[in-house]
């Protein structure tokens, strides 16, 4: 009973269907660790349509459950017996009928079968090295295992750490098609690579803010070059979101939408009329340099939402020097301008 509690405690914003269904039974609340989120989940089942479909790493079953959706049947493998228990009369609560539980490991049981696609989302919990973000360091090692996968399949899709670098990650798989970086309101939650078994000469970035009101895309091609745009500060800010950071679109996001940069790498953007860009924006009320005497100014704030970009003082030491709560209308942010000047940007949300 106690289990039940803690472990539905725990999923009530993550995963509100289930949350919301009194006959769920849940596992330990370490099982639920590594779960994508129903919005995360969500979007990945969107990715790829099909017929048939194996989440080689089924877990509690979250994933399997959307890709219910787009697959005619979906095979959920999951070595651990009593979590392939609990996913399979969780299933039928949910009374969803094209979902075959299998207690058994992934790599082991897709012998002899063939599937339009495949899902890993290896455990990024090591025996020694605790932890872990590389795709080699986890379990299972999909590196090692292409060549084995792409016996049973001509698309594999692969989840991992919000924290892996993109480059390593393309040094460590091969033939992938696609990245997508998922943000809920503005928190990288996953990575998403999908590789084809033809290989690709190509790899599309899409990137996706799923926000409380809207959400924001924005895509292009690994290897894209772009000439960035640099200006001082004008009358609006530009500051991207997690996942267009995450990707590294620094100068093709200033090309793309013509707002300039205020440094190479501060990676804020301005313009004189407001645009729509993948990100917040900003209404700039002032823009100071950093000395004594505008700090005098400052201070005489109680309260604001502090941003550092290319600054050599962190959030919290600028706190506890200036004494302002975090909070409310305005938005300082603290940066570099293109002379090399740290300036600040006093604004409020355009």
């Not at 001509?154 to 924290?163: E, G, I, N, W």
């Not at 013509?258 to 501060?266: D, E, T, V, W, Y």
């Not at 900003?282 to 109680?302: A, S």
Request: proline content about 4%.
């Amino acid at each position: 009973m106690i289990q039940q509690i803690d472990s539905r405690k725990k999923v009530e914003h993550k995963l509100p269907s289930w949350f919301q269904n009194k006959m769920i039974f849940y596992p330990p609340k370490l099982n639920l660790e590594q779960t994508s989120s129903e919005i995360t989940a969500k979007y990945k089942a969107s990715i790829f349509k099909g017929t048939t479909m194996a989440d080689l790493t089924g877990g509690f079953g979250v994933d399997s459950f959307y890709f219910s959706k787009q697959f005619n049947a979906v095979t959920h493998f999951e070595k651990d017996t009593n979590l392939s228990t609990i996913a399979q009369h969780n299933f039928n609560q949910l009374n969803v009928a094209n979902i075959e539980c299998i207690a058994k490991d992934g790599l082991d049981g897709i012998t002899n079968h063939f599937y339009d696609m495949m899902y890993l989302d290896p455990s990024r919990r090591h025996r020694l090295k605790g932890k872990v973000v590389l795709l080699s360091d986890c379990e299972p090692n999909v590196p090692e295992q292409l060549n084995h996968l792409f016996k049973h399949t001509h698309r594999l899709l692969v989840k991992t750490s919000p924290m892996l670098d993109i480059s390593k990650g393309m040094k460590e798989l091969d033939g992938v098609s696609e990245i997508h970086i998922v943000a809920v309101n503005n928190e990288v939650k996953e990575l998403l690579w999908l590789l084809k078994k033809e290989g690709s000469t190509t790899t599309e970035i899409k990137t996706i803010n799923v926000r409380n009101n809207d959400t924001q895309h924005f895509n292009y091609f690994l290897g894209e070059v772009s000439t960035p745009l640099f200006s001082a500060p004008k009358k609006y800010l530009y500051e991207p979101n997690a996942a267009v950071m995450k990707s590294g679109a620094f100068d093709i996001i200033s090309d793309r939408y013509s707002i300039p940069k205020l440094h190479q790498n501060s990676h804020l953007y301005t313009s004189t009329k407001l645009k729509e860009v993948p990100g917040r924006r900003f209404l700039i009320k002032g823009v100071y340099n950093y000395n004594k005497r505008n700090l005098k100014e400052i201070k005489t704030l109680k309260k604001a939402n502090i941003t550092t970009r290319n600054f050599p003082e962190s959030v919290a030491n600028l706190r506890k020097k200036l004494n302002i709560t975090d909070g409310g209308e305005t938005y300082l942010f603290f940066t570099t301008d293109l002379n090399n000047n740290k300036i600040v940007i006093d604004t409020t949300k355009a």
